[in-house]
């Protein structure tokens, strides 16, 4: 398919990106459809399958912006912090800012509606599963942490107990500042007692 003429290309999928994530936000996977992002966004299925071949694609689009966009935040924000710590403490903040996000929660919605493997959904986060992964590695190389910490499952404990902490601070706290003191707790006893686990 021939690119659409007059069309400033990026401009164009930032529109349907736009456009598309309030849709997928609001109605989920499987019950958005080409035609309401059509609608939408106001441009001709031409135009939009120029841009994204099915909506699977779009929607995955769409999933590693705003995770793109959590990484980018965190750059930018965790060279204030000189700890590793106080880095892991800053990253369970944006977590618990991004689980907010029904884009990403409409994940599970399209792993059921897709019978994706669960490797599926290792790869979609490996961006910020990398980022804890690296923040251990300075802890250790620092000596704030234990030098026998084993990277990989530390940093999959924590990927877990945060996202697994959000739904329950949800249901039991009612402040930012209640769950922010609750994720600090949870990351120093996965921090301080893995080796008992």
Known sequence: MSRPIGINSEDTKKLIEDKAIKLFEVKGFVATSMSDIKTETQLSKG????????????????????????????????????????????WARLCSLEFHNPLLKSVSEYMVATKKEKSFVVELFKPEFNVVSEIIKEGIYKGEFDPDLHVEETSIILLALISGLFDTAFLAFNTQE???????????TVINGIKKI
């Open 178 to 188: 209640v769950k922010e003191a609750l994720y600090k707790k949870a990351i120093d």
């Open 47 to 90: 135009t939009i399958y120029y841009h994204f071949k099915n909506k699977e694609e779009l929607y995955l689009f769409c999933i590693k912006q705003a995770l793109n966009r959590f990484v980018n935040e965190w750059e930018e924000l965790m060279v204030n912090e000189e700890a590793a710590t106080d880095k892991l403490y800053l």
